[in-house]
């Protein structure tokens, strides 16, 4: 197996006894799952009880085998969810890419920041910062702050409690002045990053929510500025808001 750096042995134990489990065997005791990891009864128990307290496995009280426990159904919703929202995207990123001539992106929220998970760029205007799979700030680009802005207030105010660095000249760092931005976002419906992590870039970002309305992702339009001029502002910001409410409209939200 390729090493990918430091790992933890209980960390990873664990996680193969959750691989143990399949479509045909959805119960095993303990014997069973020692008989399949090489490993004392003992050592296997502990791992197995902790993996039940968690929620990770859940136990039948008449057998009293384990099976696979609903904290995972949970987490695969998370996921199917984030996979889901780039799916109903995909056309119509590739429609505001189109009459925008801009490059487009699609981001999540993950700890603390935003991580992209689909781009498509425009003829003549290649953005290279963002890449699919890589992160950025949440406080300093139209993408992040689309979602930052509508994230439950205790959330937003803990991310809004720690230290920024000011990526530009123009990057907002004080708080009450983000703040004070945060609420102009939810006020207009969309954000802007007025070259606020790169100088010479310009973004419109835009919330895209699920049934309950929660911000799951957010889009923005990107590009210089000159691709991207205050003159061209205003229809680019009309834009972007229909086509994340019509994404969220697919997602159930109404």
């Given at each position: 197996m390729k090493e990918h750096g430091v790992t933890i042995q209980s960390v990873e134990r664990a996680l193969r006894i959750l691989d143990c489990f399949t479509g045909k065997e959805q119960?095993?005791?303990?014997?069973?799952?020692?008989?399949?990891?090489?490993?004392?009864?003992?050592?296997?128990?502990?791992?197995?009880?902790?993996l039940l307290v968690t929620g990770y496995l859940e136990q039948n009280p008449d057998s009293k085998k384990y099976c696979l426990g609903l904290k995972l159904f949970e987490m695969g919703n998370i996921v199917q969810r984030r996979m889901d929202v780039r799916t109903a995207a995909g056309s119509y990123l590739r429609q505001l890419s189109e009459e925008t001539r801009l490059t487009v992106h699609m981001a999540v929220y993950?700890?603390?920041?935003?991580?992209?998970?689909?781009?498509?760029?425009?003829?003549?205007?290649?953005?290279?910062?963002?890449?699919?799979?890589?992160?950025?700030?949440?406080y300093c680009t139209g993408i992040g702050k689309a979602i930052l802005a509508w994230l439950p207030e205790k959330e937003r105010q803990w991310l809004l409690s720690g230290e920024r660095a000011a990526m530009t000249p123009h990057t907002i760092v004080e708080r009450a002045a983000l703040e004070a931005e945060l609420a102009e976002i939810r006020k207009n419906g969309y954000s802007m990053d007025r070259e606020e992590l790169e100088i010479g870039l310009r973004c419109v970002g835009a919330p895209v929510f699920d049934a309950g309305g929660h911000p799951i992702a957010a889009i923005s339009a990107s590009g210089t500025v000159g691709n991207l001029s205050e003159d061209r502002e205003k229809n680019i910001q009309?834009?972007?808001?229909?086509?994340?409410?019509?994404?969220?409209?697919?997602?159930?939200?109404?």
């Open positions: 119960e095993l005791g303990i014997t069973e799952i020692a008989g399949r990891m090489g490993l004392g009864k003992s050592t296997v128990y502990g791992l197995v009880n902790t993950r700890d603390g920041q935003v991580i992209y998970i689909d781009k498509v760029d425009a003829p003549d205007s290649r953005i290279v910062y963002s890449q699919v799979g890589k992160v950025a700030p949440i009309k834009k972007i808001c229909e086509i994340a409410l019509a994404i969220s409209a697919k997602m159930g939200y109404k």
